[in-house]
Structure formats: structure tokens, C-alpha cells
């Protein structure tokens, strides 16, 4: 999509047009979620930022100006912003001793690191029944939080083929994880 047309979806936005806002959002939300997590690394935090990213787009789409710069620079400030006000907002870590005392030891228990690393062979198990190329972009956007288009432009094929190899791949691992 172009930016001409993400600025007209935005300017629908702001005349509060719910299928622009659903059409904006199927387009930028994989690449604003990507940023999200670059910053947060953390997936629910990135998913809750990228809700309030929405909800600021809602409210701001009649604040874009197409003359002070592209849609996505704008769309990415927003996100890159939201994601810094969410690290702002974690709790600070304990600075007292005494606190410190309280905690639980945070060692995993034997068995515990025995689920944990049969459930990662098994994973590692079903990704190998992947094709390589496949297995590559499941890595790529589900632990290093890619977007669709980067990878599509990074393994050269159209966006909807990557959206295809990622569902796809998505299917197969379930159904072998399942087993």
C-alpha cells in the first residue's frame, strides 16, 4: 500500500470511517506491532501497546498532516512512543535489601527443566518437518518480531504468499504439536 493511500485512510479515520480504521489497521498493524516489541520485548506488553497505539490513531487521525511527513513515520512515532511510555510505566525493580529476602528462589525445579526442554525438542522436532525456508520465517516473525512485508521483502515474495507460508506453517506445527 502506499502512502498516498495510508494518508487517505487515515483522513477517513478521522471522520471516524470504522472500515478505513479496519483497513488501516489490517495494513501497519504487523509493522507497528514490530516495533512494539523491538522496544518492549515482551509480547502481551507489545500486543497491549499495540491496542493503545489504535485507540491514539482513533482519537488523533485529525491531527495528521500529510505535509509534515509520511503516514508511516507518523503511524511508527506514535507506536515507537506508546511502546517508550509503556517501559516508562513498569514497575521499578526493588532497591531494598529487605525485599530482596522475600522473593522466591527463582530457580526452576528438575522437573520442571525436564518439561521445559522436552517441550523444546519437540518444537525443534515439528519446525524441522518445515521447509527450511518456512521454519526460517516463522523464526524470523513469531521469536524476532518481523513484520509480513519485512519478511516478504527479505525472502522476495509477495506479501500475501509470506501470509500464506506463515499460516500455513502455523497449521502444521499445531497439528504436529498435537501428536
Known amino acids: 500500500m502506499t502512502s498516498e493511500e495510508i494518508a487517505a485512510l487515515i483522513g477517513r479515520v478521522a471522520m471516524r470511517d470504522r ?17 512494539c516489541l523491538r522496544i518492549l520485548k515482551d509480547r502481551t506488553e507489545a ?10 490513531i482513533w482519537q488523533r487521525a485529525s491531527a495528521f ?22 517501559l516508562r510505566s513498569r ?7 529487605g525485599s530482596a529476602y522475600d522473593l522466591a528462589d527463582g530457580e526452576l525445579s528438575p522437573e520442571d527443566t525436564t518439561v521445559i ?3 523444546g525438542r519437540r518444537i525443534d522436532t515439528c519446525m524441522e518437518q518445515l521447509e527450511a ?8 516473525a513469531y521469536v524476532e518480531g518481523l513484520s ?3 519478511l ?24 504436529c504439536l498435537e501428536r
Not at 472500515?19 to 514490530?34: D, E, G, I, N, V
Not at 514497575?91 to 535489601?97: C, G, I, N
Open 19 to 35: 472500515q478505513a480504521f479496519t483497513a488501516l489497521y489490517r495494513q501497519t498493524s504487523p509493522k507497528l506491532f514490530a516495533i
Open 47 to 56: 500486543e497491549e501497546a499495540l491496542q493503545e497505539v489504535y485507540i491514539k
Open 65 to 86: 498532516a500529510v505535509s509534515s511527513g509520511t503516514p508511516s513515520s507518523w503511524l511508527a512515532a506514535i507506536a515507537r512512543n506508546q511502546a517508550i511510555d509503556t
Open 91 to 97: 514497575k521499578p525493580v526493588a532497591d531494598e535489601l
Open 117 to 119: 526442554r522436552d517441550e
Open 133 to 140: 525456508d518456512r521454519a526460517v520465517a516463522v523464526r524470523r
Open 148 to 150: 509480513y512485508q519485512e
Open 152 to 175: 516478504a521483502d527479505e525472502f522476495g515474495v509477495p506479501l500475501n504468499t509470506m501470509r500464506t507460508w506463515l499460516r500455513r506453517s502455523l497449521l502444521k506445527l499445531r497439528e
